[in-house]
């Protein structure tokens, strides 16, 4: 089983749809969790850290649920400009002191007009 | 003012030459990482650097050495480049390796062996 499991997609949704990417984890052991935002040729970038209790950024909710290592992402109100690719992202202990970020394969987004 | 700058942005080589990417980091981070990004798009760890002394290091052919002089730089040298070798290699920095800090990445280095 992979790491970090993700839909590859690609999601074509319309200007204004409601879209959610689910992600799964197989190491109980991990301990933080991302989402990471990658435009096309360009470089990955934080679009937000995920919390047991759940947080929201304006348009975008992230969810945890570590009982079934499920990690989920909820855009609203689709933008033209949300399209990129979305990477779930765990960070896990790699030695006394160090802690190493394991990528998925991403889940592409395209925002039609 | 770049954050996290990589060079070369693009790098062609033939199979069996030796070649190495740069990466400055000007934001004060004391965790410095290399990345490999393939044609899957699937991007894996190969190196990650603390205060100039190696932390992580990947299942990486040895052909693959990286070299921090400092804080702020982390560059890697191949060797005897592949044709496998082809891929975008990221450079990121973070303070310190800790649970919730976020890693910057460099723009990448898109190497294409011939």
């Known amino acids: 089983r992979k790491e970090v499991e993700q839909d590859p997609g690609p999601f074509n949704v319309p200007e204004g749809a409601t879209v959610a990417f689910n992600c799964t984890y197989s190491?109980?052991?991990?301990?933080?969790f991302f989402w990471y935002r990658q435009d096309c040729r360009k470089e990955p970038k934080l679009l937000m850290s995920?919390?047991?209790s759940g947080n929201e950024d304006g348009r975008f909710t992230a969810q945890l649920n570590r009982a079934s290592q499920y990690i989920s992402l909820l855009i609203r109100d689709s933008k033209l400009s949300d399209s990129a690719t979305y990477l779930c992202?765990?960070?896990?202990?790699?030695?006394?002191?160090?802690?190493?970020?394991?990528f998925g394969k991403g889940t592409k987004l395209s925002v039609i007009p | 003012d770049t954050a996290v700058s990589q060079t070369p942005k693009y790098l062609v080589t033939q199979m069996g030459n030796d070649k190495s990417i740069k990466c400055e980091q000007n934001?004060?981070?004391?965790?410095m990482y290399w990345y490999k990004q393939d044609s899957k798009k699937f991007l894996k760890i190969m190196f990650s650097?603390?205060?100039?002394?190696?932390?992580i290091n990947e299942t990486v052919p040895n052909r693959f050495s990286p070299k921090s002089p400092d804080k702020a730089h982390l560059n890697l040298h191949i060797n005897s480049l592949e044709l496998g070798d082809s891929a975008v290699y990221f450079c990121?920095?973070?303070?310190?390796?800790?649970?919730?800090?976020?890693?910057?990445f460099g723009p990448g280095t898109r190497l294409t062996v011939t």
């Open positions: 992202v765990v960070n896990k202990a790699h030695g006394a002191g160090s802690y190493q970020l394991t």
């Open positions: 650097y603390n205060n100039k002394e190696l932390i």
């Open positions: 190491n109980s052991a991990s301990q933080s």
């Open positions: 934001l004060g981070h004391d965790t």
């Open positions: 995920v919390y047991s």
């Open positions: 990121a920095s973070s303070l310190r390796t800790g649970l919730s800090y976020e890693q910057y």
